[in-house]
């Protein structure tokens, strides 16, 4: 289901835009690709009541645990 959309102009990364896109949005979980694992993404998405289901990127230090099935 789609929630929330931006489009921006030029050659931006996506997860720029995501704090935008939780921010007033009601979810239990975020679901998003390895590109979104940034503390910060987490951060907010815990704050809007969320669990962040986004895979740890390869380099962090210390992985999270995520739910592979959803």
Known sequence: ???G???T????ADRAQ???LIAGIGAENLMAD???DTDEIISEAK???MEADIP???KRKEHRLYDKYL
């Not at 102009?9 to 931006?12: C, D, F, K, L, T």
């Open 47 to 49: 704050k809007a009541g």
């Open 9 to 12: 102009e030029g050659i931006r």
């Open 5 to 7: 959309m931006l489009i």
């Open 34 to 36: 390895r590109a979104y």
């Open 18 to 20: 995501a704090l935008a």
């Open 56 to 58: 740890p990127k390869r």
């Open 1 to 3: 289901m789609l929630v």
